[in-house]
């Protein structure tokens, strides 16, 4: 897939910037993965088993305290997908950066499966390749097979429910890796904005970060949004199509030498 001609003089200018900028992160959303055919909980779902169901109400603590087993199956039946997807070359130019540090609002494992370190990722809403014991005084965690997932079990340090390691709705996100994020915002020189229209807090914040110290911020987002409304540059498509043409010949970091 080739950028669209027409945003030649974008890219260039984008191009500059990352030129000029010492420090670069990626700060991703649902749209990297869409390009997989990863659909999102908001997207409309067609399955007729889960169709009925409200995702807000399945993704929440409610949710789970009210019936534990149906919230994992349904998280069962989305794992399934996630098992049948692969990166695109949205996620494989961005793994080629290997000196950048990815901060991602998506649960899914494609970054990884790329080839990026998992260190190096920052998945501030959590990651579907992991439970965690749902009691929060217990740090138990296990490694999950997304194509064998497991039904409703109990923690075996504690006895209490595992759950998806994934923030739902009204939770907080994960505290030591927001901290990381963003204090990695404050020092970055530019800030690669992916395939979210950021509405979402806290996460949205951290653009605000970025453009607090004056750095610079690109967009690639199809669509305009409240992430465009800020950026120096906006690239109007699909992030498989422009990241491979915006990133190539370039070894970025996000962090001083
Ligand atoms: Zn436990």
Same mark, same amino acid.
């Given at each position: 897939?080739?950028?669209?001609?027409? %945003?030649?003089?974008?890219?260039?200018?984008?191009?500059?910037?990352?030129?000029?900028?010492?420090?670069?992160?990626?700060?991703?959303?649902?749209?990297?993965?869409?390009?997989?055919?990863?659909?999102?909980?908001?997207?409309? @779902?067609?399955?007729? *088993?889960?169709?009925?169901?409200?995702?807000?109400? %399945?993704?929440?603590?409610?949710?789970?305290?009210?019936?534990?087993?149906?919230?994992?199956?349904?998280?069962?039946?989305?794992?399934?997908?996630?098992?049948?997807?692969?990166?695109?070359?949205?996620?494989? #130019?961005?793994?080629?950066?290997?000196?950048?540090?990815?901060?991602?609002? /998506?649960?899914?494992?494609?970054?990884?499966?790329?080839?990026?370190?998992?260190?190096?990722?920052?998945?501030?809403?959590? /990651?579907?390749?992991?439970?965690?014991?749902?009691?929060?005084?217990?740090?138990?965690?296990?490694?999950?097979? *997304?194509?064998?997932?497991?039904?409703?079990?109990?923690?075996?340090?504690?006895?209490?429910? &595992?759950?998806? #390691?994934?923030?739902?709705?009204?939770?907080? &996100?994960?505290?030591?890796?927001?901290?990381?994020?963003?204090?990695?915002?404050?020092? &970055?020189?530019? %800030?690669?904005?992916?395939?979210?229209?950021?509405?979402?807090?806290?996460?949205?914040?951290?653009?605000?970060?970025?453009?607090?110290?004056?750095?610079?911020?690109?967009?690639?987002?199809?669509?305009?949004? #409240?992430?465009?409304?800020?950026? @120096?540059?906006? &690239?109007?498509?699909?992030?498989?199509? %422009?990241?491979?043409?915006?990133?190539?010949?370039?070894?970025?970091?996000?962090?001083?030498?």
């Amino acid at each position: 897939m080739n950028p669209d001609p027409a %945003l030649e003089p974008a890219l260039a200018r984008a191009r500059d910037i990352l030129a000029q900028s010492p420090r670069v992160a990626a700060f991703s959303g649902a749209g990297l993965s869409a390009e997989s055919g990863l659909a999102t909980f908001r997207d409309p @779902d067609t399955d007729a *088993l889960w169709s009925r169901f409200d995702p807000t109400e %399945l993704a929440s603590l409610e949710g789970f305290e009210a019936n534990p087993g149906r919230v994992i199956d349904w998280y069962n039946w989305r794992r399934s997908k996630y098992a049948a997807v692969a990166p695109n070359a949205a996620h494989r #130019a961005l793994a080629a950066q290997t000196r950048m540090i990815q901060i991602t609002q /998506n649960v899914d494992h494609l970054l990884e499966q790329a080839g990026v370190a998992a260190e190096r990722i920052y998945h501030l809403h959590g /990651n579907m390749l992991y439970d965690r014991c749902h009691n929060r005084n217990c740090d138990h965690h296990e490694r999950v097979d *997304l194509d064998k997932p497991r039904q409703l079990r109990n923690c075996p340090r504690c006895g209490d429910y &595992l759950r998806p #390691a994934v923030v739902w709705f009204g939770e907080s &996100l994960p505290r030591e890796t927001w901290v990381q994020a963003e204090r990695l915002c404050r020092e &970055l020189d530019c %800030l690669l904005v992916i395939g979210t229209s950021a509405t979402v807090y806290p996460a949205a914040g951290l653009i605000d970060v970025v453009r607090q110290r004056q750095s610079r911020v690109i967009v690639i987002d199809p669509n305009p949004g #409240a992430a465009s409304d800020v950026a @120096d540059v906006h &690239l109007a498509g699909p992030a498989a199509a %422009l990241l491979p043409a915006l990133l190539e010949g370039f070894d970025l970091a996000s962090t001083a030498r």
